[in-house]
């Protein structure tokens, strides 16, 4: 065979990137709509939506800055009596998207609250960004574009506003997101005891899984996804 100068492309360049996010915010803000339109481009009606129950989460592969990203997606449910059962679904996050309602302030004046529960459970560096969903709601609204940019940036936090239902600001909310943790190889690349790399993102660490197995679910109540 003739000699050949072309180099062998290394896996580790081509192989996805895991990825792990987790969606927390009030009850009701929308954050099972967000990521119904975003995985599957659905949407479902508020008054045909019901609340999510524990945790649910979804697969999805997508591509940014020329990268393969095979993301596993956290949907939290808002409620209080449920925080005793998502807090252990922070463990291994790179990203967190904290969702409040533009047309319900109360919903905003929580993220404060959020924070806080993020101080306990996740790394600094973990990247977060702020959505102010149902801009479609922008006659109800009771926040500010300027307001909801202005605390991000305090937070040191990326920040968009989006409508699930007309599917605004979805996609970049999570392509933000993503692209800034692939910014930050160190979220997604843990060098191990021996220098090398330990392989993409932190599917053996609890409440993550294990994205060589493809599909969709329920981590806790298959009946439970929603657009709450």
Known sequence: MPPTDKKPTPTTSTSPVNIKLLLIGNASVGKSSLLLRFSDEQWIPEDEA???I???FRVHKMEVNGRKVKLSIWDTAGQERFRTITASYYRGA????????VAN???????????????SYVPMSVVKIIVGNKLDKEQSRQVSTAEGA???KRQNALFVEASAKTSIGVREAFEDVVGQILDAPELWA?????GGESGRGNADMPGTINLA???TGNAVDEGSGCAC
Do not use: C, H, M
């Open 50 to 52: 019901s609340a999510t």
């Open 54 to 56: 524990g945790v649910d």
């Open 94 to 101: 790179q990203g967190i998207i904290l969702v409040y309602d």
């Open 105 to 119: 302030r109360e919903t905003f004046d929580a993220l404060p609250k959020w924070f806080s529960e993020l101080e």
């Open 150 to 152: 202005a605390f991000a």
């Open 190 to 194: 843990p060098v191990t005891p021996n």
């Open 213 to 215: 197995k493809e599909g």
